[in-house]
C-alpha cells in the first residue's frame, strides 16, 4: 500500500534543514546546474546526485490501477475485484469546488509558478518555524504527482514503496527532474485531472470519484464546497483526517481548507463560514472489494477466474507479469458463468448440506463440446470465519484447491471401462468377480517392470452378496470392485493411465496418476472439475475439451479500451465414438436401475457413476446429459470424517453412498440449471444381458438387485437353477454348465431375492452403491 502521511511532523530545525535543501537544489535545478559528485554540499553519496543527467527526460507515467468487472455470461456483474479502488474521471466530471479547494490547500500559487515554488518553500519555511510545526508543506502539485506515480509504480511491493518515498537527496533530486518535465509534456490541467485520479483519499479510496462514492455516495462532479473541503483536507494525513473514524479532526480540518478557499479568492467569506456551520453530511457506502462479495455464491468462481488469468501464459510470460496486469486492473471480464445453472447449484447445495454440518460439498458443471464451467459452487461460503473456508474445493491445488483432490470411488470405473473397449474388449465381457480377492499380480504397466502385489493386498465388494460372474453391464450399475480389478489386470494399467491422459484426468497436485491397480477404485485425489470434464468427453461422444471460464476481456488505459486476448478450449478426440456411446449406454443404466437411480432425471436423457471410498470419508457422483456434465462431491477437506451415522443437510445417514448426498445434490442442481433447455439423446447401442441371468445369485436379468440386508440368501435356489460360468462363492456350485431351460415355474415370489430386495424394487439397503 503507499505510504501516508504521518499527520506528525519533524521538528522547526529539522523542518528548516529540510526546506533549506529542497530550496538549494530547487534552485540549482531551475538553473540547469549539474551538481557536482562532491561540492559546496558535500553531497558524494552513491545514488543522490550522480549520474543526473542520465535521468531519463521522459516520465514513465503508469495507467493508474482501476477496478476490474467481472461479469456473467449474460452481462450481469458478479463482483468487483482491485488492489486500488479507483475509478479514473476526466477533469470535466470533477466538481469545480474540488479543483479550486485541493488548489487553495496544497498548492496555492499552482497557476503561477513552474515545477518548483521557491517563493512557496520559503514561505513555507517562515510559516512552519513560526507555529513550530507543519503549517504549509512546500512540494508542488507536480512534484506530489511525480511522487505519487513513483509508488503507484511500485505497487504493493513494500520494499520498492519504501524506495519511492525513502528521504534521499537522489530520489529528490530525481523528484525535481521529472516534476519539470511532466509541466513541459502535459500542462496545469492535465497535472491536475492525473493528481486528483492518483493521489489517496483514505477508508481505501483511491482518486477522487472512489473518494467521492466513498464519503457521499455520489459522483465526483456532484461533490458540493463543504463536501470537496472535506476531501481536499483529507490528502494531507488520511489516517488523522479520516471521517469516519475522527468527525471532530476531519471537521477542523475541512474548515481550514474553506478559510484558505476564502483567503485565496475561490469563494467568499461569508461562503467560507456558512460552510463551515454545515455538517459533514456524510453517506458511507462500504467498500464491495473481491470475491468474496460475488453474487449467488459465485465466490469461488470468481476465484478460479483470477486464478486463471494469474496462471495462463496467454496473460503474460511471467506470473509476475501476469500479476502486473491483474493490479493493475480496469479490466472487464466476461466470463462463462450461467447465472441459471450457476443459482440452481447452490439452491441445491443449501438444502442439501448445511454449512454447520461436518462435512462440506461442492459442485461444478461443464457445458460439453466446449469446456464452458457454467456453475461452480460449494456448501461452505467463501470467507475466514466459522464455517467458511477460502479453499476452492472444486479445483486443484494450482488454481485455489485442495492440495491433492479427493478420493474419487467409484467414479474412476467409467475411465477403466472405455479403456477396455478401445482395446478391443466387449461391452459383454465376463469376469469371475468374487466377493474378495487378492489384487492380481503381476501387471503390465507403460515400462518395462510390471506392478507385483508384494504385500498380497486384497480388494473385496461392497456387500458379500456382489459375487460373479458379471458382464460389464451390471457391474458397472452395481459398482462392483473386483470385476474392474480384474479389467485392469486383463487389459494391463497403460491403457488405462493413456486413456486418463487423454481426459486431462490428473491428481488434484497435478501430477500424473500412478500406474497400480488400485486406481480403478478411485484411490487417488482428484478435483471435481477434472471429473465433471472428463465426464463431459462421454457426452459429447468421445471428444475432451479443455476447462474454460472467460470469454472476453477489454481494458481500458488511459480512456482507451483494447481487447485481450484470452485462453481458448482446446479439443482433441479421446476415444471413439462407438466407446463414448457405449459407456454412455452402461452409465444411463447405473441411473436407470443401479447404485444412482436418485440422482436420475426423469425428463431428459441422462447418464453417472457413483463413488464411495473407504470408511465413507468421500462420497461422489459424477454424470451428465448430451449437453451439461456435472460432479459433485461430499466429504470432509480433512478427510478425518467418517461419514457413518452422520446427520447432513439435517438428514440422519446410517451410511453415506453416493447415490444418497450426492445424487440428490446433483440432480436438483441439473434440473434446475437445464430447465427451459433442450434435451438431446444420446446414441445408445444394444448391450445383450443374456449372461446375467441365473448366476447363482438369484440375479433376475441384471436389472433387479438385493443389497443384502433382509433379502433372503440370494444364491442358494438361483444357483441350483442355474449354476455358474466361472465359480462363485453362494451359489451352491462351482462350476455348473450353461443356464437350462426350464421345464416348470415356479409361483411369483417363491424364490427371494432372485429379482429383488427387500422392497422388490432392486433397491435394499446394505449394499454396494458406489
Known amino acids: 500500500m503507499p505510504k501516508k502521511r504521518s499527520g506528525g511532523g519533524l521538528s522547526p530545525t529539522q523542518q528548516a534543514a529540510k526546506f533549506l535543501g529542497v530550496s538549494v537544489l530547487a534552485g540549482a535545478v531551475l538553473a540547469g546546474i549539474a551538481l557536482p559528485a562532491a561540492g559546496a554540499l558535500g553531497l558524494a553519496a552513491k545514488g543522490s546526485v550522480e549520474g543526473f543527467d542520465e535521468i531519463p527526460a521522459n516520465l514513465k507515467r503508469p495507467p493508474l490501477s482501476q477496478r476490474t468487472t467481472i461479469l456473467d455470461n449474460q452481462g450481469h456483474q458478479i463482483a468487483q475485484v482491485y488492489s486500488r479502488d479507483r475509478t479514473v474521471v476526466d477533469l470535466k466530471d470533477i466538481s469545480p469546488y474540488m479543483q479550486k479547494a485541493i488548489v487553495a ?41 511525480v511522487k505519487n506515480v513513483f509508488v503507484e509504480e511500485a505497487g504493493d511491493d513494500p520494499t520498492k514503496v519504501a524506495q519511492a518515498t525513502q528521504q534521499t537527496l537522489g530520489r529528490k533530486i530525481k523528484e525535481l527532474k521529472y516534476a519539470i518535465q511532466v509541466e513541459k509534456e502535459l500542462g496545469k490541467k492535465k497535472i491536475l485531472e492525473n493528481y486528483l485520479n492518483i493521489t489517496f483519499f483514505g477508508e481505501q479510496s483511491y482518486g477522487v470519484e472512489a473518494a467521492s462514492q466513498r464519503y457521499f455516495s455520489k459522483h465526483a462532479k456532484d461533490l458540493n464546497l463543504q463536501e470537496a473541503a472535506l476531501l481536499a483536507g483529507i490528502v494531507q494525513s488520511p489516517s488523522r483526517y479520516d471521517p469516519v473514524n475522527d468527525e471532530a479532526e476531519a471537521t477542523k480540518r475541512r474548515n481550514v481548507v474553506l478559510q484558505r478557499m476564502a483567503e485565496v479568492g475561490n469563494i ?53 507479469q501476469r500479476a502486473k496486469v491483474w493490479n493493475q486492473g480496469g479490466l472487464t471480464i466476461r466470463t462463462t458463468l450461467d447465472p441459471q445453472a450457476q443459482e440452481s447449484v447452490q439452491a441445491s447445495l443449501k438444502q442439501h448440506v448445511y454449512k454447520s454440518d461436518q462435512v462440506a460439498a461442492a459442485a461444478v458443471l461443464v457445458e460439453p463440446g466446449t469446456g464452458k464451467v457454467v456453475a461452480m459452487g460449494q456448501s461452505k461460503p467463501y470467507g475466514y470465519g466459522k464455517n467458511e473456508t477460502e479453499i476452492n474445493f472444486s479445483v486443484g491445488s494450482d488454481m485455489g484447491g485442495s492440495n491433492f483432490g479427493f478420493p474419487t470411488g467409484s467414479t474412476f470405473k467409467p475411465f477403466v471401462a472405455a479403456a477396455a473397449l478401445e482395446q478391443g474388449k466387449q461391452a459383454t ?44 453391464k451390471e457391474a458397472m450399475a452395481k459398482s462392483v470392485n473386483t470385476y474392474f480389478v480384474q479389467m485392469i489386470s486383463d487389459i494391463g494399467l497403460c491403457p488405462v493411465v493413456k486413456m486418463t491422459d487423454k481426459l486431462h484426468v490428473v491428481q488434484g497436485d497435478g501430477k500424473k496418476l500412478p500406474e497400480k491397480p488400485a486406481i480403478a477404485l478411485g484411490s487417488v485425489g482428484i478435483s471435481p472439475l477434472t471429473m465433471a470434464s472428463a465426464y463431459a468427453t462421454f457426452a459429447n461422444r468421445g471428444t475432451y475439451c479443455t476447462p474454460v471460464a472467460i470469454e472476453s476481456i477489454t481494458q481500458k488505459i488511459g480512456g482507451q479500451q483494447k481487447s485481450l486476448a484470452v485462453p481458448k478450449s482446446t479439443c482433441s478426440r479421446a476415444m471413439s465414438e462407438k466407446t463414448a456411446d457405449t459407456v454412455n449406454t452402461l452409465l444411463q443404466g447405473v441411473v436407470d436401475s443401479g447404485t444412482g437411480q436418485q440422482a436420475g432425471l426423469s425428463d431428459r436423457d441422462n447418464a453417472g457413476k457413483t463413488g464411495t471410498t473407504d470408511e465413507r470419508k468421500n462420497a461422489w457422483f459424477v454424470g451428465y446429459t448430451p449437453n451439461l456434465s456435472g460432479a459433485v462431491w461430499v466429504g470432509s477437506a480433512t478427510q478425518k470424517v467418517k461419514m457413518i451415522n452422520i446427520r447432513i443437510g439435517g438428514v440422519f445417514n446410517s451410511l453415506v453412498y453416493g447415490g444418497e448426498v450426492p445424487g440428490p445434490i446433483w440432480r436438483d442442481a441439473m434440473t434446475g440449471a437445464l430447465a427451459g433447455k433442450d434435451a438431446p439423446s444420446f446414441h445408445l447401442v444394444d448391450i445383450p444381458d443374456g449372461g446375467d441371468k441365473g448366476k447363482g445369485k438369484g440375479h433376475g436379468n441384471g436389472n433387479g438387485r438385493d443389497d443384502g440386508n433382509n433379502g433372503g440368501n440370494p444364491g442358494d435356489i438361483g444357483g441350483i437353477i442355474g449354476g455358474l460360468t466361472n465359480g462363485g462363492t453362494n451359489g451352491g456350485a462351482t462350476n455348473g454348465g450353461p443356464f437350462p431351460t426350464p421345464t416348470f415355474s415356479f409361483p411369483e415370489g417363491f424364490i427371494q431375492g432372485q429379482n429383488a430386495g427387500t422392497n422388490g424394487n432392486g433397491n435394499g439397503n446394505g449394499g454396494r452403491r458406489g
Not at 463551515?276 to 468462481?301: D, E, H, M, Y
Not at 492380481?440 to 456382489?466: A, F, L, M, Y
Request: with cysteine; net charge positive; proline share 6%.
Open 105 to 145: 490547500i496544497e498548492d496555492s500559487r499552482f497557476y503561477q509558478h513552474g515545477a518548483i515554488d521557491l517563493k512557496g518553500v520559503l514561505r513555507a519555511l517562515n510559516k512552519n518555524a513560526q507555529s513550530g510545526g507543519v503549517a504549509q508543506g512546500a512540494s508542488t502539485l507536480t512534484q506530489q504527482y
Open 268 to 320: 467568499s467569506q461569508a461562503e467560507a463560514d456558512k460552510a463551515k456551520k454545515a455538517p459533514l453530511g456524510l453517506k458511507i457506502t462500504q467498500p464491495r472489494n473481491g470475491c468474496i462479495t460475488a453474487v449467488k455464491g459465485a465466490s469461488f468462481f470468481c476465484k478460479y477466474v483470477e486464478q486463471v488469468f494469474l496462471n495462463d501464459p496467454v496473460f503474460g510470460k511471467t506470473r509476475e
Open 429 to 472: 465381457q465376463e469376469y469371475s468377480s468374487p466377493y474378495k480377492m487378492e489384487y492380481p499380480s503381476p501387471v503390465q504397466t507403460c515400462g518395462s517392470r510390471p506392478w507385483v502385489n508384494i504385500d498380497h493386498d486384497k480388494v473385496e465388494n461392497e456387500s458379500q452378496s456382489e459375487v460373479g460372474p458379471y458382464r460389464m
